[in-house]
């Protein structure tokens, strides 16, 4: 496959947001199978499109690839390919190359389950700070300003259970009513993964909610990870200015950070 197609099919993959790495040939010495410069994509189900070597050490290749994925930092190997190297694997080409592993970051992704003056702020706010934004809500006329990068009309529940859930989903519910939010709430809690997950309502509302999904079955441990009421306190009372709160703390909670004043740390 040209350079060419594998950025066509790289471009393709972050836009379906599909997890994968980029291998590049970055050294060569000696007989190698590929030269200098030769690329590959790697998926995290172990496909691969394009070769930097084939056999056994595309094997390993792909196997450092799938592990990079993991911790999200790239790696720069060397794969000996002769005899005289202990890390030998049997190969007899004579030489080594040495291969830059570059998992590809897609960034946070927030799924916003209500696609009123509240949802609609938040995912405005999220997408001006650079974020991946779904609305998702079952009136199609509250889809069609662009206000999310995708927008999703219909159940709450059938779009969370098609989903993978990731540590950069963070996932919002500020649907119009509370049996909605209570829907969605027991398929995210039937399907976690998500590295956010936060539902906007009254505390009157959240503990009648909690003690529903309760008497369903759902664990109090599971119940108690969940961040409702949303947001941080800063006595927020526009659409806007609640989906500063909200951002704000989902923020804090999915890159460790305590969420402190900045001045704090000159005292």
Not at 41 to 69: C, H, N, P, Y
Not at 163 to 173: E, F, T
Not at 221 to 232: F, K, S
Request: net charge negative.
């Amino acid at each position: 496959m040209t350079t060419d197609g594998l950025l066509r099919e790289l471009l393709a993959a972050r836009a379906r947001r599909e997890p994968c790495v980029v291998a590049t040939v970055a050294a060569v010495r000696g007989s190698v199978p590929r030269e200098k410069g030769a690329k590959a994509l790697i998926f995290e189900d172990g496909r691969i499109l394009g070769s930097i070597g084939g056999g056994k050490m595309e094997a390993l290749v792909i196997a450092d690839a799938l592990s990079t994925l993991a911790d999200g930092q790239p790696v720069l190997k060397t794969y000996p390919l002769h005899e005289a190297s202990p890390d030998s694997f049997g190969a007899i080409c004579g030489g080594e190359a040495t291969i830059f592993l570059e998992p590809q970051a897609l960034g946070e992704w927030l799924h916003i389950f209500g696609g009123g003056h509240c949802g609609q702020a938040l995912a405005r706010l999220a997408m001006d700070c650079g974020w991946h934004v779904t609305l998702v809500d079952d009136r199609p006329d509250l889809l069609q300003d662009g206000a999310a990068n995708v927008l999703h009309e219909g159940c709450a529940a059938g779009y969370i259970a098609s989903r993978a859930w990731r540590k950069n989903d963070a996932a919002v519910l500020v649907a119009r009513n509370f049996h909605q939010d209570r829907d969605a709430l027991a398929a995210l809690l039937v399907h976690p993964g998500a590295g956010y997950l936060g539902m906007m309502g009254s505390k009157k509302k959240v503990r009648a909610v909690f003690e529903e999904l309760q008497a369903q079955g759902l664990a109090p441990e599971a119940l108690a990870a969940v961040h409702a009421p949303v947001g941080l306190d800063i006595h927020a009372d526009s659409p806007m200015e609640i989906a500063v709160s909200i951002l704000a703390e989902i923020m804090a909670v999915m890159r460790q950070r305590a969420g402190n004043s900045l001045r704090d740390g000159l005292h």
